[in-house]
């Protein structure tokens, strides 16, 4: 953490109230994002027991699995859940626009500008926490391998229809949220603490609920019957609350984000009414003539209610807190990059969709090691693609780069034309350009500012006078047009501020990896034939 | 001592408990695991740590029971002996083992403890996370590799008091359902290191009594005394709180209420305060970047300014972005 967010948070304590830690929003919110807030039962890999999901915050769609050992039950589960979600990423994978993309010619081998589809927009998952990253990832690696009737009729246990078809989305969505500045899927917390500084750790942070209180604490007439105090509480005592305070019963008033219920809930009151469930079910079942079993089926409904308003009460808190934190980050303006980030995004949503459409088989267990490499390598591009970014569309980032010295700062005190040597001279003219700011320059390193949009770069001649006294000479190489003379408002004038960085602007690719069939005896060899992975063998306790 | 009744008291309760959910699922799968007189525990023994040796075709498990944590010991340092002079192999299920923390005895049950033929010792870890794909949650991987650490250490204690003193594996076995299902994987974990930093840190631990010859004369945490003088007698033991505690002590949320109270930094996470160098509360690090107190000599005190100016410019900056922005 750079000193400049130390501060802040210091500055969150003494003040009482979160603190900006960015000027601008640095990730895309869609206008219609799809909200998922999961809960699971305690003790099983994952097994949901409930979740609220849905595009509009007024008409959210409750699911509940009433007893989660059920196998049958968590298929019914998981089919509501596609229902809900397939339509979505329908809606957006119709919906394209033309676009190039250069591809390699397989028979000639050059490279050829192709005309491909693009989806105009993406759908997008928020997630209310990083463990509901890793339950997204959990479902779609739970689904995606299952196999309904109609793959194999013989199959024991068929999956719903659709519901591998999810699993397959899903991980790509939980993978894609791996690649930094990606927006397709988000943890609420997580973008939250991006843009403000709070006076708690950042463990405390992963708090949705306690994070809230510190960027937006509720006014201080609050609700008073749910026992609320009355004054203006500061962000420390109103996250207090949020993380521990709990109502006569003993159970919390802000029921964590999930997924994991609380311990307290589980056991006082979820334990019995799916115990009154199961009893309700096993009479139903043994249930001897009609009327008989209308009034135990009415019983069963009950409980089945009964279960459906305790998972209720616990998901509904978190799914108001993420509309709430989704309109405190939308009230921020988006930076100038994010649109460009999105694009990426775009097209990892219309990959997936070609490659589903095209019926491939879906993402192996464990990926080969050029695929590994592939992400690997594109996580990292993406990452210093997402710093450079971020520093370039919010002055608050680039104050830490300049305290790093990794960015400068400062007026442009002289500027003399001057020409490269050589048979066509170019324009090379040199800045003078004074700053506070302490940059890491190396002799005759390249620093670049943002002329337009574009990067123009410049080379560190030296110091005027001494290091300390901050007078720099910079010699501008490219960016001024063709001519002998640079083009108007492409070379700083005296008087002018600028702002230069030690990073580029724009991120190479690495060194090209070598297909598929060329992988090294090193990293295993040709990954071979591919095999259809088989489907997890089902047991009678299988929790997902 | 009762820390959760002591942090209840205090006003701060833990917010620690186990669901039954998860409990049941547990012991459930422990002992799934651990039936059939242990054949399918000993085969994963056999098959990830010694693969070498005769397969576990028949296994002893000795009866561990016994009067009292220091009789059950006793009784599986007797067992671990016999074990080893019968040969072959052997399933101690909960043996309990001793260990001197800071000065005081601490009793430790490792859910079951292996004798190869060969005479050495395993400690096999049962725990109900998945492993999925053939890797599991690296934290929670983590934590049950510090906790067989700590059995380890034990363990070669009581190795060391037979001769020859039989050799403890530094590689145990973590047992975890297997996928989305029910039946039991295994995989070796080295916990060399662990077992290395749990080791200097135990020789490094101040003495139980040497910290209770500072405390003054009566001080008492029983759960039944009054709230105040509880506090009190919490207090008068210094704590160092950081937010890791949260997850691992009951008075976390206590000790947290106080640190935050003195505006301690440390209380928004130690590299935080790594990096202030010797200011360590909150008014003492801001007055110092507003240039109110601090020596401006002083890298810390320097570097904090700057950063305050760079901040508060950039915020103004942002305030106003229509004016004219070289940056951006």
Known sequence: ?544 | MDKAALADRLGAPSGFGQSQFALTRGNAFEAKVKADGGAELLRLVHSRLDPGAEPPAKASVPDLSAHGPEGRTARTALALREAVDAGGWTLLDHPMLALDVAGSLAFLEPDAVVVHPDGSWTVVEIKSFPMLDGSADPAKVGAAARQSAVYVLALEDVAARLDPAPRVRHRVLLVCPRDFSNLPTASAVDVRKQRAVTARQLARLTRVEDIAGTLPEGTCFAPDRPAEELTAAVESVPAAYAPECLSACELAFHCRGRSRADGAVTSLGRPLRAELGGLSTVEDVLSAARGESGDPDDPAVAALRRAAALRAEALAQAAGREVADPCH
């Open chain 1, 1 to 544: 953490m750079s000193l400049i967010a130390t501060l802040a948070r210091l500055e969150a304590v003494s003040t009482g109230r979160a603190q900006p830690a960015a000027t601008v929003r640095h990730r895309r919110l869609s206008d219609r994002p799809l909200v998922f807030v999961p809960l699971t039962t305690a003790g099983e890999a994952g097994a949901p027991l409930g979740a609220l999901v849905g595009t509009d915050r007024d008409a959210a769609r409750l699911l509940v699995v009433p007893q989660p050992r059920d196998r049958d039950l968590r298929f019914a589960f998981l089919a509501e859940l596609a229902d809900v979600v397939l339509p979505y990423l329908d809606s957006y994978a119709r919906d394209v626009e033309a676009a190039e993309r250069t591809e390699t010619d397989p028979e000639t081998g050059k490279r050829v500008k192709v005309e491909v589809e693009l989806c105009a927009d993406a759908p997008q998952l928020i997630v209310p926490s990083r463990a509901g990253l890793d339950f997204v990832r959990l479902l779609g690696r739970s689904m995606r391998f299952r196999r309904t009737a109609e793959q194999d009729p013989e199959a024991p246990h068929p999956a719903p229809p659709r519901v591998p078809l999810l699993g397959r989305w899903l991980t790509h969505y939980g993978e894609r949220a791996r690649v930094p500045g990606s927006s397709l899927l988000l943890a609420l917390t997580d973008v939250l603490s991006r843009h403000w500084a709070t006076g708690q750790s950042s463990l405390e942070d992963q708090h949705l609920g306690a994070l809230l209180a510190w960027i937006d604490p509720p006014p201080p007439s609050a609700s008073p019957e749910q026992g609320a105090p009355q004054r203006a509480r500061t962000g420390a005592e109103a996250a207090q609350w949020a993380e521990l305070a709990r109502d006569d019963e003993g159970q919390l008033r802000c029921p964590p984000a999930g997924p994991a219920t609380d311990p307290a809930f589980d056991n006082k009151l979820l334990a019995p009414a799916i115990e009154r469930y199961d009893r309700a079910r096993t009479a139903f079942a043994a249930a001897e003539d009609a009327v008989q079993a209308d009034d135990r089926l009415a019983a069963l409904s009950a409980a089945e209610q009964h279960v459906r308003d305790l998972v209720e009460s616990r998901v509904r808190p978190t799914w108001d807190a993420v509309w709430q934190g989704l309109d405190l980050l939308r009230a921020l303006p988006e930076g100038a990059h994010v649109e460009e980030r999105w694009t990426r995004d775009r097209w990892s949503f219309t990959g997936h969709r070609d490659r589903v459409l095209a019926g491939e088989p879906p993402q192996p267990r464990r990926d080969d090691a050029v695929t590994a490499a592939n992400k690997l390598a594109t996580r990292e591009r993406e990452q210093s693609r997402l710093e450079a970014q971020e520093a370039l569309d919010d002055p608050l980032v680039m104050a830490g780069r300049r305290l790093a010295g990794e960015a400068f700062a400062g007026e442009v005190t002289d500027a003399v034309m001057a020409y490269s040597e050589g048979r066509r001279p170019s324009p090379r003219p040199l800045v003078t350009v004074r700053t506070d700011d302490r940059p890491h320059l190396a002799e005759r390193a390249k620093v670049y500012r943002s002329l337009g949009g574009k990067p123009q770069a410049a080379e560190f001649v030296g110091y005027e006078g001494a290091p300390e006294d901050g007078v720099l000479v910079l010699r501008i190489v490219d960016k001024m047009g063709r001519g002998k003379e640079p083009e108007p408002g492409s070379v700083p004038e005296k008087g002018d501020a600028v702002c230069f960085t030690l990073f580029e602007h724009e991120q190479r690719g690495g060194a090209k990896l070598p297909d598929p069939e060329e992988t090294p005896w090193t990293h295993g060899g040709p990954p071979g034939e591919a095999v259809p992975e088989a489907p997890d063998t089902v047991t009678v306790e299988d929790v997902l």
